[in-house]
């Protein structure tokens, strides 16, 4: 009964979409004032009907209701309880679902604290969310139901979750991808919005800006803790692997990064309004393509959910539809957007469209580079090509490294114009700083970087050197006034930097070694002692396990690592579980192979320096940019419910500006 009633509670989901897409477009079309505020009230009964079916989801994993043909695909009774919880959206199906629900917590965010927006602007924007859950629910509903059972014989027990998913990883990283992903679609409703009003100023890009820094920043976690997820669980210490659906999520997060750079721009000096509106639409339109290749079964990862080629269409529809209607108002109205902003050629104006050209290139080489082996598989009829690392790496790198000494002039540019005398000297000092550092780090390292390697640890320093010397100047100039916006953006700046050092160091001086080794034999690899002790059996609640035992001895320091091969119970599924020594200067990681003849072992040994430095720079810009939100002059954007204030229900349409 419980699964039934969930079902039925997405059903009305999806109707309190149709009407709130209806009463925000149609009424503020018509200007009704009543039906615009409805809006609000439909997406509040959204969010609440799509809890209570995912609720009901959960509670079926939970309590193993194998009858419910998605609980019997990818749980087993010897699940433990927090991978039964995750598992809700370890598949396609309950994937979605939890989709559909951030979704709606994104919806009632805007209907919560975007009180201060004329009520035309807001209820249209509510009205596109609508539109667009309407799609993603009725994607769930006529294609991929959850709630399906199977009857009149369900199975006693069920398949079980993938190995792979069994991982702390899978409870963090899809929800925070997701949420970064779907937030996108508030700048977009924020973008169609103002081109349907033809309020085409600064306004909405200041009112876009807060939002946009939000999903961004949990673009930027999702990102990592995926990347991060990848290092520990695959057994092959690998971060990135140019993989199409690790593709799929970082084209949103290039779009949505040159899009915050083009929303300060447009919001300080009004500058390049119409690009900033095609940006919004275009980051959003990714995560529908990031949707498209990970659901539509076009290709085969260990990321993508294996899907049929039905739904695969209907998302492709989906995806014509809204991109293709959002591209069409654009060309039609975006014209009125074009503004003549006058600023000289050393100016943030000309360094932020810099970044941004730079990061709309980056994206096109990675989207050519994903979509590609793609299309000739489709035109070839069959045949295959693939592009790896090597070729991203070939063309996506040198971009990154331009944009990274461009990031290092920003902080000293100003609007308009910029003295060249002085911009020069500061510009020179700081070079010779961050020169002197890299001589430093590199003598301390001990180890000959190559040319790459130290452009990298140079540009690293760069932006380091950079925005500490603008922080100090700021300072000088009476930092207790230093706005949190500006904060914000120097730490981002500084995690990327320090994610750029990591990148840098880990690939220039990571140690990676297979091995043969007999129990009581010792291996010295990069000043780090490996003495393999034997392999002993383990078990766990729904596997058993041969554990590796090693003695590692580094620089006097002592410790055991015990990595694993494990056999699931209810699939015999085998998987490698490494063991790794984390530090903030180097990992150690073993991983154990296959058993050879004689007792002997083959081992996977990598010592990592400066891996975590890659996640650590990915934490300090998510932090960044959530920082930059707490801005006043976004609070103030932002309307705080209270008994008997009049909020949303309470302006007359068209009222109000942002402070």
């Known amino acids: 009964m419980i699964p039934e009633l969930g079902h039925l509670a997405v059903i009305l989901a999806l109707a309190l979409s149709g009407a709130g897409a209806a009463l925000g477009l149609v009424g503020a079309g018509l200007g009704r004032s009543a039906w615009m505020r409805a809006a609000a009230s439909a997406v509040w009964g959204q969010l609440l009907f799509m809890a209570l079916g995912f609720a009901a989801l959960v509670y079926a994993f939970l309590v193993d209701d194998f009858s419910v043909a998605y609980v019997a695909q990818n749980s087993n009774s010897l699940l433990p309880w927090q991978y039964k919880i995750s598992a809700v959206w370890g598949a396609h199906e309950g994937s979605l679902l939890l989709w559909t629900l951030i979704m709606g917590l994104w919806m009632a965010a805007v209907a919560a ?75 977009f409703a924020f973008a169609v919005a103002a081109l349907l009003s033809r309020q085409l100023d600064s306004a909405w890009a200041r009112w876009s800006r807060p939002w946009t820094n939000v999903a961004w920043a949990f673009l930027t976690l999702g990102i990592a803790l995926g990347s991060w997820w990848a290092y520990y669980e695959l057994g092959w210490g690998g971060w990135w692997f140019w993989d199409p659906v690790e593709n799929a999520s970082f084209m949103p997060w290039l779009a949505a990064t040159a899009l915050l750079h083009s929303l300060a721009a447009s919001e300080k000096r009004g500058a390049f309004k119409s690009w900033t509106l095609l940006l919004a639409l275009t980051a959003f339109s990714l995560s529908l ?152 780090v590199g003598l301390l390292l001990g180890e000959s970087l190559s040319l790459g390697g130290a452009g990298a640890l140079l540009l690293g320093l760069w932006i380091v050197a950079t925005q500490g010397a603008d922080l100090l100047r700021r300072r000088r100039l009476g930092g207790a006034s230093t706005p ?142 959530t920082l930059a939100v707490a801005d006043r002059r976004y609070r103030r954007l932002a309307l705080r419910f209270a008994p008997g204030r009049r909020g949303l229900a309470g302006r007359p349409a068209g009222a109000g500006t942002a402070a």
């Open 113 to 187: 604290c975007s009180g201060r927006l004329p009520l035309g602007f807001l209820a249209r924007s509510l009205g596109v969310l609508c539109l667009l859950n309407g799609g993603f629910l009725s994607f769930l509903l006529l294609t991929s139901n959850p709630f399906e059972r199977l009857l009149p014989l369900p199975p006693a027990d069920g398949a079980d979750l993938n190995p792979l998913l069994q991982d702390f990883g899978l409870i963090v990283h899809p929800p925070m991808l997701y949420a970064g992903y779907v937030g996108l679609a508030v700048p």
């Open 289 to 440: 393509l990031g949707a498209f290749i990970v659901r539509s079964g076009v290709l085969t990862s260990v990321h993508a959910f294996a899907v049929d080629p039905t739904r695969g269409l209907f998302i492709l529809a989906f995806l014509a539809l809204v991109v293709g209607g959002a591209l069409a108002l654009f060309g039609v109205r975006g014209g009125a957007a074009w503004s003549a902003v006058r600023h000289g050629l050393f100016s943030r104006e000309t360094f932020l469209l810099l970044n941004n050209l730079l990061l709309v290139v980056a994206l096109a080489v990675v989207l050519l580079g994903t979509l590609y082996p793609l299309a000739y598989e489709a035109a070839t009829g069959g045949d295959k090509i693939s592009i790896g690392p090597p070729w991203f790496n070939r063309f996506f790198t040198p971009l990154m490294l331009v944009a990274a000494a461009a990031l290092g002039v920003g902080p000293f540019v100003g609007w308009k114009r910029s003295n060249l005398r002085r911009l020069g000297r500061r510009l020179l000092a700081c070079f010779a700083v961050s020169a002197g550092l890299a001589l430093l």
């Open 484 to 625: 949190l916006a500006y904060w914000g953006m120097s730490l981002a700046h500084l995690g990327f930097a320090v994610s750029l050092l990591g990148v840098a160091l880990t690939h220039e001086l990571s140690v990676e070694k297979d091995v043969r080794l007999a129990p009581g034999e010792t291996f010295v690899q990069a000043g780090v002692s490996f003495r393999f002790e034997g392999v002993v059996e383990a078990s766990g609640p729904n596997y058993r396990a041969q554990r590796g035992l090693f003695e590692v001895d580094d620089g006097g320091r002592h410790l055991q690592l015990a990595p694993e091969k494990r056999r699931y119970l209810a699939g015999g599924s085998v998987m490698t579980e490494a063991a790794i020594d984390p530090g903030l200067f180097k990992d150690i990681y073993v991983s154990l192979g296959e058993s050879l003849d004689g007792g002997d072992w083959a081992v996977r040994i990598h010592i990592k320096p400066f891996v975590r430095w890659i996640w650590l720079g990915a934490l300090l810009m998510a932090f960044g940019g």
